[in-house]
């Protein structure tokens, strides 16, 4: 490669913003698994919901802590049975066997349609579902929910990525580095070709946007019952607080605006040293 080549392709800006949907929580409710929980425990169905929840996110966390790892289908398995168990709520194979089938049919949150498809069809915007959740978990997802079916025309490989590939869950810092260095962003902020703080993570999950602002991504949250941020484990709170993903556009635009002014001046000072 002669020298002239060499100056081009280490000046190189990539124009993207990485638009990563959490999955569980953020596009689609685990509250809508009450539902289906109410056709076995009809008295105790938001209760057992709620246990669940609590506990499928503590094993995660317990898991990393511990530094190994268990997929988050048998993660899920494993903490309805806590629920349950904690409860003393009798129950067979056969029900948890159902239960577990209607994971992969969860109710998406009403402004899920409309924000995915303007999103897809914005250049400069590259969406992608970031999930614990395993590949099949993510695919089952897409497939079974038409407001998701916009990731189904995306390749495979570009569409989801899952806390199966690094063996990390959030908010470990590895699988939001991982998720930035995949998808071809530095794990510096304000890197020339790219940084990591072209990564917008989009969450209703605090944990999750404490995580990826820790590794310098920009963290959107979205508080839809608009109570407000109350952790106080960390000093500063999300970047950016939206409380329906019908607003997100709007944030968007705004980061794409500013970054494309940072993208031009690299660009023209390039030009320049060529």
Known sequence: MDAETSRFIDNIVDRRIIVAFDLFGTLLSTDSISKKLAEFYPDKADSISTAWRK???????RLNSMGTFEPFDIVTRKSLLHALS???????????????????????FPDVPSSLSTITSTRHLQPIIFTNGTPKMAKEAVVNTPELHVFGKIRESDAYLSADEIEKYKPHPMIYEYLAAKLGK??????????????????ANPFDIVGAQAVGMTGVWVDRAGNGW????????????????????????????AK???????????????
């Open 86 to 108: 904690e409860s003393s709520i009798p129950h067979n194979k056969s029900q948890i066997a159902q239960i577990l089938t209607s994971y992969a049919s969860l109710t998406p």
């Open 186 to 203: 530095s794990i510096e902020v304000g890197d020339r070709h790219g940084g990591i703080d072209e990564v917008v993570l989009v969450s």
């Open 230 to 257: 109350h952790d106080a484990l960390v000093g500063n709170g999300p970047k950016v607080v939206i409380k329906s993903l019908e607003e997100l556009q709007g944030v968007l635009e705004g980061i794409l605006e």
């Open 55 to 61: 506990y499928q996110l503590e094993y995660t966390w």
């Open 260 to 274: 494309g002014k940072i993208w031009e001046e690299v660009i023209k000072e390039n030009k320049e040293d060529l």
